[in-house]
């Protein structure tokens, strides 16, 4: 997880890790909308190659690039697969599988096309925004477009100690595996819930000494407001142009 | 999954992460192949981006509305008697990520399947603050892992958020109520949340991609997909709730009567 939540420190050089991420979570959305809601397999499958070449204009390493997109990939193909076989009524192909005989639908091929091209269409372009965007840019960006900001505070908060927590996940984890703890099945279970109990326990005791700590530096409850630099006109305008030759191709399409 | 998520680190004596200690301990994780040749849909028990299409999405977003402003008003309130509540809860969001990021593969529906953690978060805080940890640990795995996304931000914290950490809320306070032990309480919660979230997962699914097709038979479809890990995994994710809810009661029940799980009568020795 680490080197998916790393992965930004690739990209602080790009441009596109420079344009405001107000401006790149709302053409994003506004994209991703478009993808959601279109008929066609043609617009996802051509936001998806676009979202995709920008992870790599971006620099992303594949190795990354590869975790990030295989479970989408999985089950886009999962669902290409067992919708052309399994759904539809005109028959297109058939073949056979240990003496199963599966027939393959044109139709069913086309609905799961559609569904296999949204999914890689919306992850991509959450891929582009994840590789682009630091975690806190885009809390200051979701405060910004009026998420609830106790939603945002618990989100900083999570990020800030999730990887404590995953340190410490790991040193207990290990600490059980050197003691046999995950030897047969009722062991491993009984460990696992001890690892649970002994996370949560930490994550009180953390919580106090964190508040202490935050109250002694003027904590009342409330975390400063993100503060935001006024938008770019170059920046907005880019965008709106960007997202309206993209709406138009799709409406053309 | 913790295995995966270190493996950029120096491995620790005893090697391994979590999620491959998990599978040597011989995790029920079936292979029943022949499920493969059932018509049901493959997802993941987090709905993937783009499965929905967008009337669907944007309609489980505003069935969640009333629920996350409840759990905010909520945890607002908790928050103004006590300056610890937000800390807490937003550790409490990294443990349940932590748990809901531990993929057990389901080969009969192509993709992973994990536990939720909510059934242990309403327990500790109940569920109207849990449902805004589902919320937040659902969009920084969408944002960041594509565990879920954006725009089924909404269906999975339905399912996860509010139905997984009712049921079990609810599970454990009836049982509580009528004299059961921590231990059993907890497992039955976690057992319960489990497996309604997984129910409700495949409902939201079902109506989302039916098109013409007859939808409870669809639902039954996807039921049975999940079945041959989902049978095993809820059975794990009570024994993970109930081992925490007793290791908290022996070490620290301070805790427990804080969050108001048990009352200080209960706390051993005092009794």
Redesign the interface.
């Known amino acids: 997880?680490?080197?998916?939540?790393n992965a930004y420190r690739h990209h602080a050089a790009h441009p596109l890790a420079s344009v405001d991420a107000r401006v790149k979570l709302v053409s994003a959305?506004a994209l991703?909308?478009m993808?959601?809601?279109s008929q066609g397999v043609a617009f996802?499958l051509a936001v998806a190659a676009l979202g995709l070449a920008l992870c790599l204009h971006l620099g992303t390493p594949l190795r990354i690039l590869a975790l990030?997109?295989s479970?989408?990939l999985?089950?886009a193909?999962?669902?290409l697969?067992?919708?052309t076989?399994?759904?539809g009524t005109i028959p297109m192909f058939s073949i056979g599988v240990a003496g199963?005989e599966l027939v393959g639908h044109r139709d069913g091929l086309a609905?799961g096309l559609l569904?296999a091209?949204?999914?890689?269409?919306?992850?991509s372009l959450?891929?582009v925004?994840?590789f682009s965007t630091p975690?806190t840019e885009?809390m200051a960006a979701l405060s910004w477009l009026r998420v609830?900001q106790?939603?945002v505070?618990?989100?900083?908060?999570?990020?800030?100690?999730?990887f404590l927590?995953?340190e410490d996940?790991?040193?207990v984890?290990?600490a059980q595996?050197?003691r046999l703890g995950?030897?047969?099945?009722r062991r491993?279970?009984?460990s696992?819930?001890?690892?649970?109990?002994?996370?949560?326990?930490k994550?009180?005791d953390?919580?106090?000494s964190?508040?202490t700590a935050?109250?002694q530096r003027g904590?009342?409850?409330a975390m400063p407001a993100s503060v935001h630099r006024p938008l770019r006109a170059v920046e907005v305008g880019s965008a709106f142009l960007l997202v309206s030759a993209i709406a138009v191709l799709r409406l053309m399409s | 999954m913790l295995g995966k998520l270190h493996n950029m680190r120096v491995p620790a004596p005893g090697g391994g992460g979590l999620g491959r200690g998990i599978a040597a301990a011989g995790w029920p994780v079936s292979i029943a192949t022949v499920f493969l040749f059932l018509p049901s849909p493959a997802h993941a028990m987090h709905i993937s981006e783009g499965i929905l299409p967008f009337p669907w999405a944007l309609a489980w977003f505003v069935v969640l509305v009333p629920f996350l402003a409840l759990g905010i008003r909520q945890l607002n309130a908790l928050a103004r008697e006590d300056l610890s509540m937000k800390p807490l809860v937003g550790l409490l969001t990294a443990v349940v990520f932590i748990i809901s990021c531990m993929p057990i593969p389901v080969p009969t529906a192509g993709t992973c399947s994990h536990p939720c953690g909510t059934g242990v978060s309403a327990i500790l805080v109940g569920p109207m603050v849990s449902v805004i940890i589902a919320a937040v640990s659902l969009l920084i795995q969408a944002l960041f892992l594509a565990h879920g996304g954006l725009s089924t931000l909404g269906a999975n914290t339905l399912s996860m958020g509010v139905v997984g950490s009712f049921a079990g809320w609810f599970a454990f306070r009836a049982l509580r109520r009528v004299g059961g032990s921590l231990a059993l309480a907890g497992f039955i919660a976690g057992l319960v949340a489990d497996w309604a979230t997984y129910a409700t997962t495949s409902l939201l699914l079902a109506l989302g991609i039916r098109g013409e097709s007859p939808l409870w038979p669809l639902v039954v479809k996807i039921v049975i997909a999940f079945l041959p890990t989902q049978l095993p995994l809820g059975i794990l994710e009570g024994v993970i709730t109930a081992g925490m809810v007793t290791l908290l009661y022996r070490k620290r029940p301070d805790l427990l009567v804080k969050m108001r799980v048990i009352t200080e009568k209960e706390v051993p020795g005092n009794a």
Not at chain 1, 153 to 162: E, G, N, P, S, V
């Open positions: 997880m680490h080197h998916h939540f959305l991703l909308v993808v959601l809601s996802p990030r997109f479970e989408p999985f089950i193909v999962m669902v697969a067992l919708k076989f399994f759904s199963w609905a569904i091209g949204r999914i890689l269409g919306g992850v959450l891929a925004v994840g975690f885009l609830p106790v939603l505070d618990i989100a900083l908060f999570a990020w800030r100690y999730l927590l995953l996940a790991q040193v984890y290990n595996k050197n995950y030897v047969g099945c491993a279970l009984s696992l819930g001890t690892l649970a109990g002994v996370l949560v326990i994550a009180f953390n919580s106090q964190i508040t935050m109250v904590y009342d409850g």
